[in-house]
């Protein structure tokens, strides 16, 4: 045992990683796999010159972390191709999936022989062994024109008309045989309809029994019935996620505890995130957070945003263009907007948002506070 904890030491090391992260993602593919393995730095996705086919001369594993896990499988390269068009596919976990960033990564990657359409969605978490659903290759993603409001209130349909306001959900993939899939409404435990929102629910071989040495959360998490359930033994493992299915595919809308509720509204911070941070190149992508504020007016939103300007009347603009913008857009006015420094926003290892943390960051001043615009006065803050 002392010898394989050296092993693993030495290994990590070379790697520049931590032994959970070497057991559980870099050798625990290469066991389940039987193939060689090989991890990249997110430099590499920065790379724009060609890649010697040497480098990758037999069937590979490919794993890059942006924005989450992305893992693709390589066929083998001829030694004279460079750079090789081996990419098969690639498999995006991203909660939910955005329809803009597969055409940018099958864009930024065409030059190299990866071909629109090998990037499929998948979704899955640690409690089911990973993997809960999954696309075939020779589908490719699925993309579906939702009507915005509509799925506001909870409900996948088109848009009325082509002036009607659309946001574009990416299917997570479609449901293993083994694996089964329910959309529950959180509160009743009940079934909702196809193309209703609501939690997504997962029961299979694969997943867990529960947390170890923690009864209270795998009670909670682990032990979810149905109200409509006959067989009350039946047990399902609550996600947390939101969701629903469209001809047994799973489209994934956001988190349940990041949903915001303005006036019977439900509204997903990334789609206000999102708005934010496409109308100005010093509003930083993906480093920003939404989140729900009481004000004397009621339930409101507030938005944390990285900038890369300390220009007063700059800031005053881009507060401006935010406000308006996501008013048009949204039909919610931003009670309040924080531009904080780079670095500012809290993240996971793997690359997901803080969003609480962030706040509760703020409040407590270990954000330092750039400017602040508000039009209605914060309540219990």
Excluded at 74 to 82: L, R
Excluded at 263 to 279: C, M, S, V, Y
Aim: aromatic share 8%.
């Amino acid at each position: 045992m002392r010898r394989f904890s050296l092993i693993v030491a030495a290994l990590c090391f070379l790697s520049a990683c931590s032994p959970r992260d070497f057991l559980t993602r870099r050798l625990a593919a290469a066991l389940i796999a039987g193939s060689d393995t090989f991890t990249v730095p997110q430099q590499f996705l920065l790379h724009t010159g060609p890649v010697s086919s040497k480098e990758f001369s037999s069937p590979q594993y490919l794993v890059l972390q942006h924005r989450g896990w992305v893992i693709g499988s390589a066929t083998t390269c001829p030694a004279d191709v460079a750079p090789p068009p081996c990419w098969e596919v690639a498999f995006n976990g991203s909660e939910p999936l955005r329809a803009n960033t597969i055409r940018r990564f099958e864009s930024c990657f065409a030059r190299t022989g990866f071909r629109a359409g090998h990037l499929v969605g998948c979704y899955g978490l640690a409690e089911t062994s990973l993997l809960a659903t999954g696309a075939h290759l020779d589908h490719g993603p699925r993309f579906l024109k939702v009507d915005r409001d509509q799925l506001m209130q909870g409900q996948m349909k088109p848009p009325a008309s082509s002036e009607s306001e659309f946001v574009e959900v990416v299917s997570s993939g479609s449901v293993p045989p083994e694996q089964e899939v329910r959309i529950v409404d959180p509160v009743t435990r009940m079934l909702v309809g196809e193309g209703e929102v609501g939690e997504i629910w997962l029961q299979g071989p694969s997943t867990a029994h529960g947390y170890w040495k923690d009864e209270e959360n795998t009670k909670e998490i682990f032990g979810a019935t149905l109200a409509s359930e006959n067989m009350p033994t039946r047990n399902y493992l609550r996600t947390g996620d939101l969701g629903f299915l469209q001809d047994s595919e799973l489209f994934v809308t956001g988190r349940l505890k990041d949903l915001l509720i303005v006036r019977g509204r439900n509204f997903h911070p990334q789609d206000i995130e999102e708005t934010a941070q496409q109308l100005n190149s010093r509003l930083r992508p993906r480093r920003g957070v939404a989140f729900a504020v009481e004000t004397a007016e009621g339930e409101s939103i507030g938005l944390i945003q990285e900038t890369t300007t300390k220009e007063q009347q700059e800031l005053e603009y881009l507060a401006r263009i935010v406000r308006q913008t996501v008013l048009e857009q949204m039909q919610v006015v931003l009670a309040v907007i924080y531009f904080v420094t780079p670095r500012s926003v809290l993240m996971t290892s793997s690359g997901k948002l803080r969003r609480q943390a962030t706040r509760e960051a703020l409040a407590s001043g270990r954000i330092h506070v750039l400017f602040e615009d508000k039009v209605f006065e914060l309540q219990n803050q």
